[in-house]
């Protein structure tokens, strides 16, 4: 209300209102004289040409306002326009710095506040003269409950622009707006003296512009505001400020072939005088409106953020290429070093040589491919290895899975041993016992002269260290001889797998054959163009869609879906009773994860077969052997896991027990039969059932043993009294290493399928041999 008093009374002394009646009597009823605002035509204001009612009180209010461009333009300060035109050039630019943004406070007036408040005082005039016509017949109350300042408030929060929902107001108050809009574009225009002096200031020869070079200056002043074409095509500007260019383009001159037409030359402008015509053009005409200046002002900051960006992209490039030319010859420095150890390696000699492969497969003496590949641990793994992380791979060891705590990945608690390793004697011939007896003669033979190294008197001779003892591994003699080192895992066979990819291999399988470690091991001249190549795959895979999220173990992931073998065929492959395979059966049932009902879980072979996860398997394998470590342990269970699914099924399962030679013990375990043990231990029937004479008839009398029903259990020194009798060669300290291995549970007694495993059938008499078809030792 405060507000609206304020400016009812400066425009009330603007317009010199002194008496509303007075003046709606003089001017028929508009609170503004018709000498000061022409009649507003408003034929353009309403749709239809509707002619306007007697009782319409609004259209008559606008009527006589006459609320258009010429109102708002007379209601501006002129002050301010005439200090940024081109009258005040000599004073240099000093009262153009002064008439700042702030003075700009007219525009803004009559922008929000001028139609708004202009309604309001007509209407307030003609609510006056209404009562003062109705006289004495208004009721008293109604006359002194009248206060104009509050009905003036209500009049402006009814009219103001936001809440005008009619046709009529909101085409007032647009055009407002868009006069606002232009009228501060105008202004800003004026205020960019400096950057237009600039833009001239570039097409200068000699201190002045040809008049054929002004559209290019102009065309220059656009781009620098980013106008789009708005201030070079306005025809006003084109006709008072270049009108004089277009006469002389439209002069005859004579036409040359291949050649445009200069932009140089015509009559000398200075900037002064373009200064003066352009600015005068400015102001008589609507060029530029601010909206539009301003919409240059934020594509310019967006093409500055974009240009920061490049040059920092550009830096971040540059110094990224540093860092990788000074990785590179790190890297060229450790590979001329490592290149020499890879060409003496026998190992990867042997690949390009002999025609060997490397592929990761844990195989043992009896496998088909163990002679056609190189051990899957050893030196030569770690050269590659070296090798790759050269070339820019990470291929670091990944933490086993084994024992992970996440669901369905915790190992079945087993409740004490179940497995342990099959006692395997090994086999010694004559040839054997001759070379041992020649290397304890040679072993006795009196040192020669030269054999002898001389000693200085203060130093004493040192004791000779005793060997260290050679590693046992089920890898066989090849592998075993290079037990130290990584295995070739999928991590490595991954990394492998891509530098297939990168020369063209179709099918990549990460195995290392004598074609491909002959493109990889190149010369040392070579290695930077190589790392290169795989620097370029790892861009394109980072920016493929298809190669987001890509894990190099994903290169090698495969899953089978061929059908299990049946019950019968698993029988057939393994030499194995369907009894015994249902035993088993059982066994693998046991190691499966309790149901949330707390049941067993239940394997459905084939049809829906169960699996033991990863972890139980790190168990079972660990009671085979406690020093198992991750890497052999990784090797073992990819031989065992066929389908690659990281899950053990029954197949699997029994395959395993069956190609390791693992026995069952405890309480768990179901005696085999006669027949079973003769498949199991590869022994003639007969003297399974001769040796099993000779463990019954050393029982007492009140001992009684019925295999494999009722077993009875023989001490350490009874056991090893009848095998003395057995194999008279055998030595208690080789029986007893026998023995213990035999004897998981550490009661120090074993039943007759155990006995059995401790005597050597390579030191029975040469009688009993010959009786057995056993053949010579």
Not at 9 to 33: H, I, K, N, Q
Request: aromatic share 8%; hydrophobic share 35%; with cysteine.
């Amino acid at each position: 209300i405060l507000l609206a008093f304020l400016f009812t009374t400066c425009l009330f002394r603007a317009f010199s209102v002194v008496s509303p009646m007075a003046d709606l009597s003089a001017t028929g009823g508009s609170a503004f004289g018709s000498s000061r605002v022409p009649p507003l035509d408003t034929k353009g204001m309403f749709t239809g040409g509707k002619p306007i009612s007697s009782n319409d009180e609004v259209a008559a209010i606008l009527k006589g306002l006459k609320l258009d461009k010429q109102f708002f333009t007379s209601k501006l300060n002129p002050d301010t326009l005439k200090a940024l035109g081109p009258d005040e050039e000599d004073k240099k630019g000093k009262k153009i710095a002064a008439a700042g943004r702030t003075s700009d406070f007219d525009i803004y007036l009559n922008e929000a506040m001028m139609p708004v408040l202009a309604q309001a005082l007509d209407a307030l005039c003609r609510q006056i003269v209404r009562m003062e016509k109705q006289g004495a017949s208004l009721d008293v109350k109604v006359r002194a409950r009248f206060n104009p300042i509050t009905w003036l408030a209500q009049q402006l929060l009814r009219r103001h622009p936001r809440a005008a929902t009619t046709p009529r107001r909101l085409h007032i108050y647009r055009n407002f707006k868009d006069w606002a809009d232009y009228e501060r574009g105008r202004r800003e225009l004026l205020r960019s003296k400096k950057q237009i002096e600039e833009v001239f200031s570039g097409f200068c020869i000699r201190g002045v512009v040809g008049r054929n070079t002004l559209p290019s200056v102009l065309q220059s002043a656009d781009d620098t505001f980013r106008l789009r074409g708005a201030l070079k095509d306005n025809k006003d500007i084109q006709q008072e400020v270049v009108g004089q260019v277009e006469q002389d383009h439209n002069s005859p001159q004579p036409a040359v072939r291949g050649r445009r037409r200069s932009m140089l030359g015509g009559d000398a402008v200075s900037f002064d005088q373009f200064w003066y015509k352009f600015a005068n053009t400015v102001m008589k005409h609507d060029i530029v409106s601010y909206s539009a200046l301003q919409a240059g002002k934020e594509l310019q900051r967006l093409e500055q953020e974009e240009n920061a960006r490049r040059e920092e992209a550009a830096k971040l490039e540059e110094e990224r290429r540093a860092r990788d030319d000074m990785e590179h010859q790190r890297c060229l420095g450790i590979y001329e070093l490592l290149y020499p150890k890879m060409a003496a390696d026998e190992a990867l000699q042997s690949i390009i040589n002999t025609g060997k492969t490397l592929t990761g497969d844990f195989l043992k003496e009896g496998d088909v491919e163990y002679v056609k590949q190189v051990a899957p641990k050893g030196v030569h793994v770690d050269h590659l290895e070296e090798l790759l992380k050269l070339l820019g791979f990470e291929v670091e060891r990944r933490e086993s899975k084994a024992q992970s705590k996440a669901p369905g990945t915790e190992s079945v608690d087993l409740g004490g041993a179940i497995f342990r390793q099959k006692v395997k004697h090994e086999t010694k011939t004559l040839t054997d016992d001759k070379d041992k007896e020649k290397k304890e003669d040679k072993s006795k033979e009196k040192p020669t002269r030269n054999s002898i190294r001389r000693t200085s008197a203060d130093e004493e001779p040192k004791a000779e260290e005793p060997a260290a003892p050679k590693p046992k591994s089920r890898m066989g003699s090849k592998q075993a001889s290079q037990a130290s080192g990584r295995f070739w895992d999928p991590v490595l066979k991954g990394a492998w797998a891509v530098m297939q990819e990168i020369h063209g291999v179709s099918k990549p399988d990460g195995n290392v054959d004598a074609k491909m470690l002959k493109q990889i091991m190149t010369q040392p001249e070579n290695f930077i163009n190589l790392r290169k190549k795989v620097e370029t795959e790892f861009e394109r895979r980072a920016e493929s869609a298809d190669g987001e999220g890509d894990d190099i173990l994903d290169i090698l992931k495969h899953t089978s879906d061929a059908a299990k073998p049946s019950m019968e065929e698993l029988c057939a492959m393994l030499k194995m009773t369907r009894g015994r395979l249902d035993f088993f059966h059982d066994v693998f049932e046991s190691f499966l994860p309790k149901t949330q009902d707390g049941e067993q879980g239940v394997c459905l072979y084939p049809e829906m077969p169960a699996a033991i996860n990863k972890s139980t398997m790190r168990t079972l394998m660990g009671e085979l052997q406690p020093g198992l470590d991750e890497d052999e342990f990784d090797a073992r269970f990819r031989r065992i896991d066929d389908d690659g699914s990281g899950l053990i099924e029954f197949d699997e399962f029994v395959r395993w027990v069956h190609d390791d030679e693992v026995q069952v013990t405890g309480a768990a375990a179901k005696k085999m039969t006669f027949e079973e043990l003769s498949v199991d231990l590869n022994m003639p029937m007969d003297l399974i059932q001769y040796i099993y004479s000779c463990f019954c008839e050393s029982l007492e009398e009140d001992e009684v043993d019925s295999y494999p029903d009722v077993c009875f259990e023989m001490s350490l020194e009874k056991s090893f009294t009848l095998v003395g009798l057995l194999t008279p060669k055998a030595t208690k300290k080789e029986f007893e290493q026998i023995f213990k291995m035999v004897d998981v549970a550490r009661k120090g007694v074993v039943t007759f399928d155990e006995f059995l495993e401790c005597v050597d059938t390579n030191l029975l008499p040469k009688e009993l041999r010959e009786k057995f078809n056993m053949g010579q030792s």
